[in-house]
C-alpha cells in the first residue's frame, strides 16, 4: 500500500507544480506556457532535473548552505534548471536567463503564497 501512497504524493506535488508555472505562465514572469498539460510536463522535467543536479552535487560533496549566499545559489540553479527544460518541453518558453531568473522568483513566491493560504485553511 506505501507504494499507492507515494505514486498519489507525487502526482498531487506534480499537479500543484504544474498549476503555480501555469499561473506564473499566465502572468507573463518570464516565461510562457501554452497550456496545463504542458505546465504539467515541465513540473516533472524540472523535479527530475532539480533531483539530478542536487545528487550530483552531493556526489561531489557540494552543500548549498543557508542564508543569503545560499537562496542567492538556489535562485541561480533554479533559473539554469527553468532554461534546460525549456529547451525540452514544447509549450514552455523561457525568456533567457534574466526572464528563467524572474520566474524561479515568481514560481517561489506563488508557491509560498500558496502553502501559506492551505496552512490557514488547515488550521
Do not use: C, P, Q, Y
Not at 11 to 40: M, N, Q, R, T
Not at 48 to 53: E, K
Not at 89 to 103: N, P
Not at 111 to 121: E, F, M, P
Request: hydrophobic fraction near 70%; glycine fraction near 18%.
Amino acid at each position: 500500500m506505501e507504494i499507492v501512497g507515494l505514486i498519489g504524493g507525487i502526482l498531487v506535488g506534480a499537479l500543484i507544480s504544474a498549476l503555480i508555472i501555469w499561473v506564473v505562465g499566465k502572468l507573463g514572469l518570464g516565461i510562457e506556457v501554452d497550456g496545463f498539460g504542458a505546465a504539467f510536463i515541465a513540473a516533472i522535467v524540472i523535479a527530475v532535473l532539480s533531483f539530478v543536479i542536487t545528487w550530483i552535487l552531493g556526489l561531489v560533496g557540494l552543500e548549498i548552505s543557508g542564508g543569503i549566499i545560499g537562496a542567492i545559489i538556489h535562485l541561480v540553479i533554479a533559473a539554469i534548471v527553468l532554461m534546460v527544460a525549456g529547451n525540452f518541453v514544447s509549450g514552455l518558453r523561457v525568456k533567457g536567463f534574466l526572464g528563467a531568473l524572474i520566474a524561479a522568483i515568481a514560481i517561489a513566491i506563488v508557491g509560498g503564497l500558496l502553502a501559506w493560504l492551505v496552512s490557514l485553511i488547515g488550521g
